[in-house]
């Protein structure tokens, strides 16, 4: 027996009412679909997953039918501020 797991598709990767990430994956049993469900994953699980993709990734350029990763008006900005406390 060989299981088989795939996004399902036609479905996208959403935020759930509690914040968290989830992906739809279809679930095969011997080549035949058995189920649907999802990955619920939280914003730093997602965060981990989404840089492991990219370092898997790195160095073999996206096909052109690839969505864009962000866009700048969904990346939040970073809060950094530099603090001055004078001579130490």
Same mark, same amino acid.
């Given at each position: 027996?060989?299981?088989?797991?795939?996004?399902?598709? @036609?479905? *996208?990767?959403?935020?759930?009412?509690?914040? *968290?990430?989830?992906?739809?994956? *279809?679930?095969?049993?011997?080549?035949e679909h058995t189920t649907d469900a999802e990955l619920l994953l939280s914003l730093v699980d997602a965060e981990h997953l989404h840089a492991s993709?990219? *370092?898997?990734?790195? @160095?073999?350029?996206?096909?052109?039918?690839?969505?864009?990763?962000?866009?700048?008006?969904?990346?939040?900005?970073?809060?950094?501020?530099?603090?001055?406390? @004078?001579?130490?």
């Amino acid at each position: 027996m060989s299981w088989g797991i795939e996004r399902t598709p @036609g479905s *996208r990767v959403d935020r759930t009412s509690d914040g *968290r990430v989830a992906v739809p994956l *279809r679930l095969s049993r011997n080549g035949e679909h058995t189920t649907d469900a999802e990955l619920l994953l939280s914003l730093v699980d997602a965060e981990h997953l989404h840089a492991s993709l990219c *370092r898997a990734l790195d @160095g073999h350029p996206a096909p052109p039918s690839a969505p864009e990763c962000r866009s700048e008006s969904t990346v939040e900005p970073a809060d950094a501020r530099r603090t001055d406390r @004078g001579s130490l």
